[in-house]
């Protein structure tokens, strides 16, 4: 799975975020994104139903890499892991979530925004991390600092990416992906507008392929 969800993101290297308690649009959402291009998705937990979401995609969706995302504890790892999530990523870095996982050879991606804290998941041995909340803590000019210095780490920034500024990020050798909300808009969801994530799946994959080009 490991070697097939860095195929992904190196062909389109964009995670959606899908967060919605109605475990039939999640579905619909996720079929949206991968009709687009996008076929690596990261449902966020931040709803009571939001796993149910994720189950149903696992089961429905045909040919799509779901990870569970706003991971906080180790219980709730354990939980989504075996509900079959097949990457974790979490707004910030704890040790025995980052552990369980490397024991479990899940891929995570544990939340960091200062070099205390990528030098932290180094010597846990983690060598991809998510860069959280990108354009509040320094944006591509933090990036480019960090990378300097951490020459193996790979980031996954996320938090005020977006389709204007993505090609900024992807440009950055040092980022493996962006994630983002922008491309399920809430209005589009709440509406049943798909052909509309659709349309943002295609420009950030073309957005993506020009940056990397």
Request: aromatic share 6%; glycine share 8%.
């Amino acid at each position: 799975m490991r070697d097939e969800l860095v195929a992904r993101l190196t062909n389109a290297p964009v995670v959606p975020l899908v967060g919605t308690d109605d475990a039939d649009v999640a579905v619909k959402t996720a079929d949206a994104l991968a009709a687009g291009g996008l076929s690596v998705i990261e449902v966020v937990l931040r709803s009571d139903n939001a796993q149910a979401g994720m189950e149903a995609i696992l089961k429905r969706c045909d040919d799509v890499i779901v990870g569970a995302g706003t991971v906080l504890t180790l219980d709730q790892a354990k939980a989504v892991h075996q509900a079959g999530a097949q990457f974790i990523v979490c707004p910030g870095l704890v040790d025995e979530i980052a552990e369980y996982c490397l024991a479990e050879d899940v891929p995570i991606y544990p939340g960091t925004m200062t070099a205390g804290e990528v030098q932290r998941a180094y010597a846990l041995g983690l060598r991809e991390v998510k860069f959280f909340p990108a354009s509040l803590a320094g944006g591509v000019p933090m990036l480019k600092a960090l990378g300097s210095v951490f020459r193996e780490m790979r980031f996954m920034p996320t938090g005020g990416v977006s389709a204007a500024n993505l090609s900024e990020f992807l440009a950055l050798d040092s980022v493996i992906a962006c994630g983002g909300s922008w491309l399920t808009p809430k209005d589009a969801v709440a509406s049943g507008d798909f052909a509309a994530i659709t349309r943002l799946a295609e420009e950030a994959v073309s957005i993506a392929a020009t940056a990397r080009s």
